[in-house]
């Protein structure tokens, strides 16, 4: 068994998974989900104060795309402007990635990945009509790619700090997706499941 933690403090299990406690009883959170909530939110508030920063590749990032996704780049050249994306066509099935966001490339994420990832999902789901829309879809995929995933081990500093941003973003009770964050077992679910001693 794991060594007993002051009560502040969570434990990481199986590197997906956070048990700690509140005032209510035993929470446990999806730490994937949670992180990817918190990106978001942090994503959503450095964008309304202009685009992201951006870094220029040395050499473009290339990847092959159907003809479709190739000429849906025109669709979307104002949200990668705001997400501090440059891409442009490199021939009828092929793309060329000249700038990417720093804020990706600090968590990395690989630039010819995610482009190709949200031009499928663009196509996909029918996005990139209303540049609020197609932005909103943009983050939630950046949040995603960019959050802390299951099965990566996290420091007692990291784990601190995310249930620390937990407390502090609103909507932190589900992930972009809708999916929960976390689980409550209350005194009284454990009681009656465990008996009381």
Known sequence: ?????????????????????????????????????????????????????????????????????????????????????????????????????????????????FIAGLLERAESEGFGAGEEEALHEALDMMACKAAVKAGDRMSDEELTELLRLRDAVERSSNCPHGRPTAIRLSIRDLEKRFGRS
Do not use: C
């Open 1 to 113: 068994l794991p060594q007993a933690r002051p009560a502040d403090r969570v434990l990481q299990v199986h590197n997906s998974y956070l048990v700690t406690q509140d005032e209510h009883g035993l929470v446990i959170i999806d730490q994937h989900a949670l992180h990817e909530r918190v990106m978001f939110e942090a994503l959503s508030a450095r964008l309304a104060q202009g685009p992201l920063e951006s870094q220029r590749l040395l050499t473009p990032a290339t990847l092959s795309a159907p003809p479709a996704q190739v000429e849906r780049l025109g669709d979307l050249a104002k949200v990668f402007e705001r997400l501090g994306v440059e891409a442009s066509p490199l021939g009828p099935d092929s793309i060329a990635i000249h700038a990417f966001p720093t804020f990706l490339f600090g968590r990395g994420v690989d630039p010819a990945e």
